[in-house]
């Protein structure tokens, strides 16, 4: 790839209106008004969460693929933000995507708040818990039909709750 190639490209991409530094994607269900976000510093959570967890949350690092217990995990029940427990996503839209990170066809409405990360030179949406900005993973356009999206999760950044257990109180 040239850099004519790459700007091109790059400028190609869609403008995103930012709030904060995310946005909502306009092409998931995802709502107008996202929960109160949160104003506390990364440091806030260090003591709350597993040293890997706020690696993965607040540094924005990802886990090895293959290494969650939750990928090929498929009970009833709801995934939570493992920092301030705000519900992400429903046990019925994951799916095995193959690529070892539990991946997801939508998530719960008004939850994520999505950024372009140009870590890898090519852009990818990030995206992040829309209450503490914890970061979770990327969106991928290879998905399932007939959304055709793949929301690849770091198990990690995440806490399960059966669908037979109340949720817990948010955190923060």
């Known amino acids: 790839m040239n850099r004519r190639t790459l700007l091109t490209g790059l400028a190609s991409l869609p403008v995103l209106p930012l709030?904060?530094?995310?946005?909502?994607?306009?092409?998931?269900?995802?709502?107008?008004?996202?929960p109160t976000?949160?104003?506390h510093p990364p440091?806030?959570?260090?003591?709350?969460?597993?040293?890997?967890a706020w690696k993965v949350l607040f540094e924005e690092a990802t886990e090895r693929?293959?290494?969650?217990?939750?990928?090929?995990?498929y009970e009833p029940g709801n995934y939570l933000c493992a920092a301030?427990?705000?519900?992400?996503?429903?046990?019925?839209?994951?799916?095995?995507?193959?690529?070892?990170?539990?991946s997801f066809t939508q998530p719960i409405e008004g939850a994520l708040g999505?950024?372009?990360?140009?870590?890898?030179?090519?852009?990818r949406t990030e995206y992040h818990c829309a209450r503490c900005g914890g970061h979770q993973g990327h969106v991928f356009n290879d998905g399932p039909a007939p959304l055709g999206?793949?929301?690849?999760?770091?198990?990690?950044?995440?806490?399960?709750?059966?669908?037979?257990?109340?949720l817990p109180p948010l955190r923060g």
């Open 149 to 166: 999206k793949r929301w690849c999760n770091n198990g990690v950044a995440l806490r399960f709750v059966p669908a037979d257990q109340p």
């Open 43 to 52: 440091s806030y959570w260090r003591d709350k969460v597993s040293a890997e």
């Open 84 to 102: 301030c427990y705000l519900p992400l996503f429903r046990s019925e839209d994951k799916y095995d995507s193959g690529t070892g990170w539990p």
């Open 65 to 73: 693929p293959g290494s969650s217990p939750l990928d090929q995990f």
């Open 37 to 39: 976000r949160l104003a």
């Open 114 to 123: 999505t950024k372009l990360d140009f870590r890898l030179l090519w852009p």
């Open 19 to 34: 709030f904060s530094g995310f946005t909502l994607a306009a092409d998931s269900p995802l709502s107008a008004q996202p």
